[in-house]
């Protein structure tokens, strides 16, 4: 993935907070920075992916997320996720990771609607950032 705006990057991380467990699926360095600074010393940060970069204040989870996210349910506060072809299995793997009503934050990507795909899993799509970042709410 190419390097994400500040502005996307900001919209993306306002679903965190201090303390907060986030999974990131989009390996970009830069964004992961960011929800570490803002998880901060007591919160969790997992980049999940098939090749998740590692670096300092996250942790790497090697995984295909539309299969499984290898972490117990009901254990996530925040998702960050980027539109991809798979979206509805990994919509559903997420929801069954994240804590009732937890923050998911979704970059648009294309013209496709990705609204179906999350409310198929249960997950409630609020409103789209002037960036592109759709924001919704876990069940």
């Known amino acids: 993935m190419t390097e994400l705006p500040p502005n996307a990057i900001a919209a993306l991380t306002a679903g965190s ?3 907060f467990t986030v999974l990131c699926l989009i390996p970009e ?11 901060g010393p007591t919160g969790l940060v ?23 996210i290898p972490v117990r349910a009901h254990v996530i506060d925040a998702a960050v996720l980027a539109q991809t072809p798979d979206l509805p299995a990994v919509a559903d793997e ?6 009732p009503a937890g923050d998911v934050r979704l970059i648009v990507a ?6 179906a795909a999350l409310t198929g899993a249960g997950i409630r799509p609020l409103r789209r950032d002037p960036s592109g970042v759709l ?5």
């Open 46 to 68: 997992l980049a999940a992916a098939p090749a998740p970069p590692a670096g300092e204040g996250w942790s790497a989870v090697r995984c295909d997320p539309a299969e499984a």
């Open 29 to 39: 360095a830069g964004l992961l920075r960011a929800l570490a600074a803002t998880a």
């Open 135 to 139: 924001v919704c709410r876990g069940p």
């Open 17 to 19: 907070g201090r303390g």
């Open 94 to 99: 997420v929801r069954r990771v994240l804590v």
């Open 110 to 115: 294309g013209p496709e609607q990705p609204d």
